[in-house]
Every structure is written in C-alpha cells, then in structure tokens.
C-alpha cells in the first residue's frame, strides 16, 4: 500500500480533526442519549455481562498511557453503536472523552448524503471507501494513526468488511490494523467479541429485543518481520485472539 507515512499527518488534517472532536463533544449529551434510546428502549436490546466489559475497558484504559485501539469482530451495520455501549456508560464517557472510539463506516453505507455525513461527523467516525483507492484509505489509516499517539482510541474490524459466514474469518484479516499497530509504538489492542444470541449470520441490524454477550481480551502484538509481512503478521495475531474468543462465547451456549 502507497501513501503517506502512517505515522505523519498534515496541520490541516490533524486541525480538521482537533476541530471534529471538539464539536463531537459538544453533541455528546444529545448523542449518546439518542444511541441509547434506539439501541434500548425502540430495537430493545440487552447486553447481558455489560458491568463486566465497561470494567475491564475503564480498567485498560485507565491502566496505562500506551495507546489502546479497539479491534472488533463484524456482523452488523451497527456493530460500532453496540460496542460503544459495552464498553462505557454515556456519563463515564463524557468524563473520559477521549475513551469514545474513533470509527471508521463505510462510506456507501453511512456517508452519502449531507444529513448522514453530518451525523457520523458529530459521532467520531472517519469514513473510509472499502476497497477505495490506496492513497485515500492510507490517508484514514494516517488520521487513526495519528489520533492514537494523540491518546484517542478507535475501532477497527480486522475483517475490513461483514463476515459473510457468520464467523471471524482468519483469511480476511486486512493489512490496515497490522500498519496501524506498527505504526503506533507500544500499541495495545483491546479484543472486543459481541454476537446477539439470536445472530446467525451476517445482517444490517440484529433481531429486535435480541441480547448480545460481550468478551473483552487485551494483547500487546509483536512482530519481528518488517514491511508487509510485519502488518500481516500483526493482523493475523487479532484476528486470531477474536477468533478464539468467539470459540468461547459459542462454546458457553452449547
């Protein structure tokens, strides 16, 4: 992959984001009890083992300094609204702001019109053209980059899509998360698995009413390869936690 070092980012960019930040903290109240609203009481979702991964996140991240990014399996179109809500309540993220997580949509599916660019800009997402071209997705994987030293954290899906079977797949693990991990020193990722226990496969929304159960893991990855298989390697290494991770979570419902 072309493009600008991960690790180097532009005034202007590293000020458009200064100022996105700041006007999404300023929506934050509205914002978080808007996701709330939708996610609990209108589509009635529960998260059943929620004290425990809110814990285990404030616990990493309050921890240390190292940067933390979020790395998460995939299934849904809104996967990015219920890990947030796992991961901290609106009133702990509005003391800890920097807690919330970066996101990065799809474009086609989330950045199409005026009023959807509007509303995942006051959301901290950064949207992204899967399969785009090289010098536009290493340009996010630069803002991601540089948010994290800046002491942010973001999510990414190492799949870089929706799993088309339903389970973590090992063979899509993108490059994109291994640049990013070896482009932010002492990098520390938080393995994040949540599936709705009605969840067969992959869809745009869970069922309605359904409960999802929530494992939080957290490694370092580390890689003695350099360049591309450096990436790879570090990719391979999450998805690999998510996977043996899901192997748990589906195993306790047998």
Request: charged residues 25%; positive net charge.
């Amino acid at each position: 992959m072309t493009g600008p070092s991960l690790s180097e980012l532009d005034g202007r960019a590293r000020r458009f984001l200064t100022v996105q930040r700041e006007i999404s903290r300023v929506f934050s109240p509205l914002s978080f009890a808007c996701s709330w609203i939708v996610l609990r009481l209108v589509l009635g979702y529960r998260i059943e083992n929620l004290a425990a991964a809110r814990i285990a996140y404030r616990d990493a991240w309050l921890r240390t300094e190292s940067p933390l990014l979020v790395c998460a399996n995939h299934l849904t179109m809104i996967d990015s609204f219920l890990i947030t809500w796992s991961l901290g309540s609106p009133s702990w993220f509005m003391r800890h702001f920097a807690a919330v997580p970066w996101n990065v949509p799809e474009r086609a599916n989330f950045a199409v019109t005026f009023w959807q660019r509007s509303l995942i800009y006051i959301l901290k997402c950064i949207p992204v053209q899967r399969g785009g071209r090289r010098s536009e997705v290493a340009g996010v994987l630069a803002r991601i980059t540089d948010l994290l030293l800046r002491g942010e954290t973001a999510l990414i899906f190492p799949e870089a899509g929706r799993s088309r079977t339903g389970r973590v797949e090992m063979e899509s693990a993108a490059t994109g998360v291994g640049r990013v991990i070896r482009s932010v020193p002492d990098c520390r990722v938080l393995c994040v698995y949540l599936r709705g226990r009605r969840q067969r496969g992959f869809s745009r929304i869970p069922a309605r009413n359904d409960r999802f159960d929530v494992a939080v893991a957290e490694i370092e990855p580390k890689t003695d390869h350099t360049g591309l298989r450096a990436s790879r390697d570090l990719a391979r290494q999450v998805t690999s936690k998510l996977a043996d991770m899901e192997r748990e979570v589906l195993g306790d419902r047998e």
